[in-house]
């Protein structure tokens, strides 16, 4: 991460990143199929934890509560694995890259529309699949977003609920 | 666009689509930068009719009530000047394509961007100008989406006032 900062992402090489990291190159691409799985290895976490804890959650709540409760925890998750410094950086060096801004962006349209099916799944008619789960999504963003703003103090669940907190949607 | 249809968009040159036209490729240019704009020449209508109508909107109604408004006139536009068929079909090509996809993903991402921004210029304050300019787009792509499923009848903007009707944000 220091790298791709320092140098921007398309001057870091892998070798870079290995001897920064002081491992051989063979050793980084045990670990990382390539330079972007450094920025996008959490991909899987991320979807999981909304999509899966978004299954749990439909057994005992309501569509909208339950996809609150999957972003929220998909926060706790990426708040506690990869922090909000790792979080910063990472969000300024894909802001600065339009093929990784791009892939960023296809990731949270992937999750979204995995949700959107969960919740089919489960019963919920449209429009109200899709929009739960774009609700969800969006008020992931909105948290993460001021998560990342100088000086907030505020859990990143935590700013998630809250902007989730003021969407009732009715029938949900 | 046919061409696309046929062809696929990478092997589809400017040369052919010129053809089909009847238009000579430097013809072609003149209304065109390059193929792509064939299909992302209407980005600044539907930006202006989202990011426009809000602005006139938020004059006179409250912040969710406004973009959804310019969500409907952004659907009304979309409909009046491309038409069903035509949408379809770029839907079609762009989702066969991922460098089209990301472009698409960018666009709605700039988009949504700029109508937070003119929402926090007419005072609405956070998390409430992100969330409500995320909805209105929300209403937006869950109307188109329900718009060019096979026999449906309703109209763009009736489909994305649906959608929208769902979601009394507290305090909008």
Redesign the interface.
Known sequence: MELFSERGYEQTTVAGIAERAGLSERTFFRHYADKREVLFGGGTLFRDSFVCRLEQALDTMPPLQAATLAAQSAGAALEQHRGREFAAARQRIIAAN?GL???E??KI?GVTGEMAEVLRAHGVE???A??TA??AM??F???F??WLAPGERRTLPG?IH??LA???????
């Open positions: 339009s801004r791009e892939r962006l296809m349209a449209e429009p109200d899709s929009m774009e609700l969006a008020g963003r909105v948290g977003d001021r700013l809250e902007a003021r969407i009732p949607v009715v029938g949900a």
